[in-house]
């Protein structure tokens, strides 16, 4: 089983309005952090915004909120007032436990394409 | 402020030869890792480092070697490349659990 998924390989949002990325993930631990990456084109990886599962309050960095729902197990990102410059591969990750091992692990990304 | 350095960027092989990818972070991170990404996909874990001295196999390590040679490098080694593994590679470096993962620029790799 896949343990993050992202539904949505593409979307379309107009500038200035705000956008939602989806991400559901599959974990057994009780003890779990959520991350979300942007990687424009030039290929980096830009951490945007993270959330742990003890969390009880939203994350938010900027114009980046994380809908965390916890029983649903989804984990979306919600972009508001989209730039031009937020065209980009989006992907969510996720850190399993409490374990030495930090690594993550992540969806297949989401393309995000803002149209003037 | 550089970061995670990775050298090189590029790289075009020919099935069989050897190379070793380089990676140095200067942040004083315990846990390095690599990944590689495919075309169309998200990056999956090939090595990891938790700390100095360790290293332990991701979900994609066949064909790969790795060795954390001091705290700041962590390098990895195709000894005979297949065209199975041109990919983007990327190396990062984190400290404590909750905080996010600092990647390298990554390196294409071809080959043929």
């Known amino acids: 089983a896949q343990k993050i998924t992202q539904t949505q390989p593409g979307m379309f949002v107009q500038e200035k309005e705000a956008v939602t990325l989806d991400c559901t993930y599959d974990?057994?631990?009780?003890?779990?952090?959520l991350f979300w990456y942007k990687q424009p084109s030039s290929g980096e990886m830009i951490f945007l915004i993270y959330q742990g599962s003890y969390d009880e309050q939203n994350a938010t960095e900027g114009r980046y909120s994380l809908n965390f729902q916890k029983a649903r197990k989804s984990a979306n990102l919600v972009i508001s007032a989209s730039q031009l410059g937020d065209s980009a591969m989006y992907f969510c990750?996720?850190?399993?436990?409490?374990?030495?091992?930090?690594?993550?692990?992540f969806g297949s990304g989401t393309r995000l394409q803002v149209q003037p | 402020n550089a970061g995670v350095t990775q050298t090189p960027k590029f790289q075009v092989l020919k099935t069989g030869q050897s190379m070793t990818l380089q990676c140095a972070q200067d942040?004083?991170?315990?846990?390095m890792y690599w990944y590689r990404q495919d075309p169309g996909m998200g990056l999956r874990l090939i090595y990891y480092?938790?700390?100095?001295?360790?290293?332990d196999k991701g979900e994609v390590p066949n064909g790969y070697n790795v060795s954390r040679l001091n705290k700041r490098e962590f390098s990895l080694r195709l000894e005979s490349a297949a065209p199975s593994q041109t990919s983007v590679y990327f190396c990062?470096?984190?400290?404590?659990?909750?905080?996010?993962?600092?990647f390298g620029d990554g390196t294409r790799l071809s080959i043929l």
């Open positions: 974990t057994s631990d009780q003890s779990y952090g």
């Open positions: 942040m004083n991170h315990n846990s």
């Open positions: 990062a470096s984190s400290e404590y659990r909750d905080q996010p993962q600092h």
């Open positions: 990750a996720m850190r399993e436990g409490d374990t030495g091992r930090r690594a993550l692990t």
């Open positions: 480092s938790a700390s100095e001295g360790t290293t």
